[in-house]
């Protein structure tokens, strides 16, 4: 064990915890959070994603160590059903949720890389999530309401 | 809501400010007794109105993320004349909720929507408040009308009085009136409107608990630990190899079922893989490639006939051509995305257990007898999971987390790691479909000929049998037993809840037809094998793959006939609403009328098609047809579904935006189940065992644009909307490949290897 500092959605917590430790469990078990899902802890299907640095992070494939220190935002990181972020409003506005466990995958994926490319194409976009899974497969809503943030990211 | 603590209903209703001020004498409370299905006939057992008017409603048919919590919703808003927004609808908790046993997702409509249960409540409630408020108006009940939960004169709004006055707080004490009239769907203004999903927001949000969020005071984590291959027993347990390592409370073994208990979800996980122990050797598995055979070859059988007219082998005889077809589906599974997951808390023999299981009174009876108590000591509180698409490792992680927590006397909470949820679940059936038809000079079909095998082990755990998922066997509990029926005796009535039946037959059985076809000659035999895996009911189970076989072969049939594919059904159909769908679909899919396969199709490149299915599911709970658009590149064997178009008759439209949601994730979910999802093992074990094993269609694929004709029959009874869509997509895609490139495809999935081996066969 060893204490570790974490930053998540703006908060700082001290943690002592096994530093080999996968972030998911962190972030969901110590921390209570909803966001990131333990869907198949081998960084296949998306569940837990959560963004780092700008970038679309796996937490159930990254060791707690490596990540202390840094800027940590999950799904509820970005806004509140009150108070929802521009990608999350997409998400309800098109109501592209079936049973919504993959939303950590699919919208984290997205806004990491339309923050890092506003101007990505049909064709990013579709790459960008060619590793994330929606078993309920309501993948037609989910780019539909991608490219209704992205019009908004662009405008 | 909170999940602390379990709740009773009566602390429930306090705390939820529906505490019910009883005025009768009557010791016996709704509210204080356990609500199993014989006091649900009590309107108080559906709905309770508030002091401040709004309404409470509980049902026992449960969210599975196809949007029966908001159809639910719209209804009781809708029968009680309320907004949406000010009813609070509580589901399945075994100390709340009415029981309704099992919500498979494509029957909770005919239950709830139709004239009974909570629809039925609601309207009883309607009438019985109409007459409190003419009484306390002094007016005839017709003279009155509702808006938003207040009663007034049609002719004097101002002599009005609201539910909260009539009856707030208080009990109804009437019973369910089957005379109770629903409100007609002309006047409806919820129902049938697009309502938003009410739990969207908080899940795209990430506030949203699932029962993966569930964390409850002095929670342990648990993991198990499977045999290493199908059939293995456990010899011995080392308890030493992981005593010690950091966080680890408790081995626990009872019989074949092993599981670690810690402190922290990662040391679980790590005392779980260290754990030694000593299994016997797998009792082997038939070869995958030779699975069909097996299934064919395999005895003993159990027979059905759901239709034999005895004549079949005479007009086959006397047909002018007789033509066959076999057809293979593969083992699949339901794969949800997130691994099941349940919290148990046991402890001085009493047990609550919180599942995404979609029948919480079954279970609480099962988790009674794998836990050896009494059921009435058994709660089970539904906590949404992730999409299961039928029976997942929701029930079996259930028994996993119970077990664990009586082992340690404190509450286990257990996520099933991919591995354990993808080699064990319950998968859906595979399928091997012999079909045999006769025609006549004028090419029409005089005598349908239909065999089938599948396998069957297990199943969901009804009211009896842990045994029937692997949890509960592992504990000691045999499955449900098979038994053996050979010859299958004649059928007694039409029935067709398999689709096993063909749409183009009469679906004749002592005299009645309940069929949707022409075709008089018909003999429908199925036999059921003992099979080497668990099986169990994956969205559209049987009903997909019987309906890929039929919807193939009067393909095959109309091709070699040189017939247009619609007009050649529709020239065997009588059920003027399948045809609707066959039709609708069609049309708006600008449907080039012509015998497939296309004309000068090339070689090489890239070759286009289109084709169509149509089914009547269950025989009785929905009405749907698809066109397929494909492009099949050759040179790979790729098959890139462009387009598909379905039409829908699910009689009245509860909600057309939620509808919709549920017929292109049914049917993109049927793209991916058609062109790669199959369950794969070697001679000891399952090998499909995580994401890079079992390939689904990612997020970002190449997605076919899907436009969906929604037909509204506001007359006619509710039916189900989740299972149609994905029962009709394989065969569409199979007749799409062949009218693009004259391959016929008889064995799902579609792999690029199999459509190369196919069009090298006639290349
Ligand atoms: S849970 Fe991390 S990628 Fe699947
Ligand atoms: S909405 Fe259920 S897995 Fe995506």
New interface residues.
Partial sequence: ?SMITLKVNGRTHMLDV?P???LL?IL??DL???????????G??G?CTVIIKGQAVRSCVTPVSSVAGAEIT???G????AK??PI?KA??DE?A???????????MTAKALLDRNPKASDAD???????????????????RAIKRYAQGVKA | MNCINPISRRTFLKTSGALVVTFSLAPESVFSQRLDGASSNQVDGWLSVNADGSVTAFTGKCE????LYTAQTQLVAEELSVPVNRVKLIQCDTEITPDQGTTSGAQSHPTNFNHGSLALACATAREALTRLAATRLGLPADRLGVKDGVISAKTDPSQKVSYGELIGGKKFNLTLDTRAKRKPAAEWTILGTPV??I????????????V??V?VPAML?GQVVRPPAVGSTLVSVDENSVIGL?GVVKVVVKKNFLGVVAE????AIQAANKLKAVWTPGTGLPKHSEIHDYLRNKKPTRDTYAVNSKDVDEKLSSAVKVMKSTYFYPYQMH?????SCAVADVQNGKATVWSASQAVYPLRNTVAMVLGLQPENVHIIFK????C?GCNGADTVSYDAALLSQAVGRPVRV?L??KDEMAWENYGLAFVIDQRIGVDENGTIIAWDYEAWSPTLGNRPGMTNPGNVVTGFLAGFPPAAFAARTPAPDPTNFANNNNAVPSYVTGTVNGNSGGTGNVRSQRVLSRDVVSPFWTGPLRSPARLQNTFAHESFIDEVAAELKADPVEYRLRHLSDTRLMDVVKGASKAANWDSRPSPRNGARRGGISSGRGIACVLYEGDNGYCAVVAEVDVHQDTGRVAVKRLVIANDVGPISNP?GLR??L??????G??RTLSEEVTWDDQKVTSI???TYR????????PK?ETVLINRPDAPAAGAGETAVTVVAAAIGNAIFDATGIRLRQVPFTPERVKAALGKIG
């Fill in positions: 064990m096994d080999a430790t996968p469990y969901s078990d209570a959070l909803r966001g990131p899902k333990f869907g198949c802890g081998l296949q299907c569940c999950t799904l509820e970005l806004g509140s059903s929802p972020h999350q998400f309800i109501q949720v079936q049973c919504g466990f993959c939303l950590s995958g699919v919208i976009i579709q790459q960008a999530l060619s590793g994330v899974l929606c078993r309920c497969h309501t993948h037609t809503r989910m780019v | 599975l993320g196809h949007g938003p999903r739990e969207i927001p908080a899940m795209a949000t990430g506030e949203f608990e699932y993966h969020n964390r984590y950091p922290k979800p990662w040391q794969g949800s995305i997130g691994s949404m999971g992730s999409g698409y996520q790691t991919r935006d949601n549920q292109e994730g049914g049917a993109l979910h793209v991916s995580d994401w890079r689904p269609l990612p997020v970002g694929a190449e997605i899907i």
